[in-house]
């Protein structure tokens, strides 16, 4: 009797320890909210900074292409006579630059302004006491420089629809591609910030980089003009693609070559996107 008595004993006692054992293991494992709303919080917390100095963070962006247009457009585009791939200079001009405009404010997002949050401000500190996890702060971030693209884009596009310079409906599916090109260039701008230990050596990425993509991605002249080693490489640029898709779309003429644009804008922020990703979070959590 006495036997059996301890033996079920013994067996509650087990149960219990283990019933114990599984409550302490419960309350060791972080629980997250849904993912939607960890990302959205990140979105939210930049919206609401870069909204509290909104002219001064928007404006000088949104005129910087619009200068151009007037000063190169206007100014050398009379001196070119005929159509540059069927449309007007000017226009020629106008589709690209709604895309420049796109990956200069998503590139100095994602490259200054995370390195700044990063290093000085030590703002992903708190961001990460919070219940989100270091890749989906970073997700986060990729997605608010992608609606900067967006609305940029569409803030020029608006421009230009009321001086007559772009007329086409099909412009509409400009801020689509504005976002697209803000993805872009926001995983290969924190890809180049996770290398990056010196503020001042982001000069290399703008004047190396950047600059060069401006000029020959199909921006201001043809790539057809090129000679065929520097179509090659124009090919690569990741600008070439969106600013094709861009002016398709404005003059109305769809090629078969917008499967490859199209292909190679998801390889890019897949491939990039997760190398960012996974330096950036190595430092994130360093």
Same mark, same amino acid.
């Given at each position: 009797?006495?036997?059996?008595?301890?033996?079920?004993?013994?067996?509650?006692?087990?149960?219990?320890?283990?019933?114990?054992?599984?409550?302490?293991?419960?309350?060791? %494992?972080?629980?997250?909210?849904?993912?939607?709303?960890?990302?959205?919080? %990140?979105?939210? &917390?930049? /919206?609401?900074?870069?909204?509290?100095?909104? /002219?001064?963070?928007?404006?000088?962006?949104?005129?910087?292409?619009?200068?151009?247009?007037?000063?190169?457009?206007?100014?050398?585009?009379?001196?070119?006579?005929? $159509?540059?791939?069927?449309?007007?200079?000017?226009?020629?001009?106008?589709?690209?630059?709604?895309?420049?405009?796109?990956?200069?404010?998503?590139?100095?997002?994602?490259?200054?302004?995370?390195?700044?949050?990063?290093?000085?401000?030590?703002? /992903?500190?708190?961001?990460?006491?919070?219940?989100?996890?270091?890749?989906?702060? *970073?997700?986060?971030?990729?997605?608010?420089?992608?609606?900067?693209?967006?609305?940029?884009?569409?803030?020029?596009?608006?421009?230009? =629809?009321?001086?007559?310079?772009?007329?086409?409906?099909? #412009?509409?599916?400009?801020? *689509?591609?504005?976002?697209?090109?803000?993805?872009?260039?926001?995983?290969?701008?924190?890809?180049?910030?996770? /290398? %990056?230990?010196?503020?001042?050596?982001?000069?290399?990425?703008? $004047?190396?980089?950047?600059?060069?993509?401006?000029?020959?991605?199909?921006?201001?002249?043809?790539?057809?003009?090129?000679?065929? #080693?520097?179509?090659?490489?124009?090919?690569?640029?990741?600008?070439?693609?969106?600013?094709?898709?861009?002016?398709?779309?404005?003059?109305?003429? *769809? #090629?078969?070559?917008? =499967?490859?644009?199209?292909?190679?804008?998801?390889?890019?922020?897949?491939?990039?996107?997760?190398?960012?990703?996974?330096?950036?979070?190595? &430092? =994130?959590?360093?």
């Amino acid at each position: 009797m006495t036997d059996e008595w301890m033996a079920g004993l013994m067996d509650e006692w087990d149960r219990n320890y283990n019933k114990r054992l599984r409550v302490e293991k419960m309350k060791c %494992v972080p629980t997250y909210p849904p993912l939607y709303k960890r990302l959205f919080g %990140v979105w939210c &917390r930049h /919206y609401a900074v870069y909204t509290k100095n909104l /002219y001064s963070n928007a404006f000088p962006p949104f005129m910087e292409p619009l200068i151009f247009l007037v000063a190169v457009g206007l100014g050398i585009g009379k001196f070119i006579s005929g $159509t540059v791939e069927g449309l007007q200079y000017i226009e020629f001009l106008a589709t690209g630059l709604l895309m420049t405009s796109a990956m200069y404010t998503s590139a100095f997002e994602c490259s200054y302004g995370t390195f700044i949050r990063l290093e000085f401000d030590k703002v /992903y500190d708190g961001m990460l006491a919070a219940p989100i996890t270091a890749e989906n702060l *970073i997700v986060g971030e990729i997605i608010w420089a992608g609606t900067k693209g967006l609305f940029f884009s569409f803030a020029v596009l608006a421009v230009m =629809l009321a001086f007559g310079v772009i007329t086409s409906p099909y #412009s509409a599916f400009t801020p *689509i591609i504005g976002f697209a090109t803000g993805i872009m260039f926001a995983v290969l701008s924190l890809l180049v910030t996770s /290398y %990056v230990k010196n503020i001042n050596h982001f000069n290399f990425y703008f $004047t190396g980089c950047l600059s060069p993509m401006f000029f020959f991605s199909g921006v201001i002249f043809s790539i057809g003009d090129l000679p065929k #080693s520097l179509r090659v490489v124009s090919e690569l640029l990741p600008l070439t693609h969106t600013v094709r898709i861009v002016r398709m779309c404005c003059s109305e003429t *769809i #090629s078969p070559i917008i =499967l490859w644009d199209f292909a190679y804008i998801a390889i890019f922020i897949v491939i990039v996107g997760w190398l960012a990703i996974h330096r950036l979070r190595k &430092r =994130l959590v360093n």
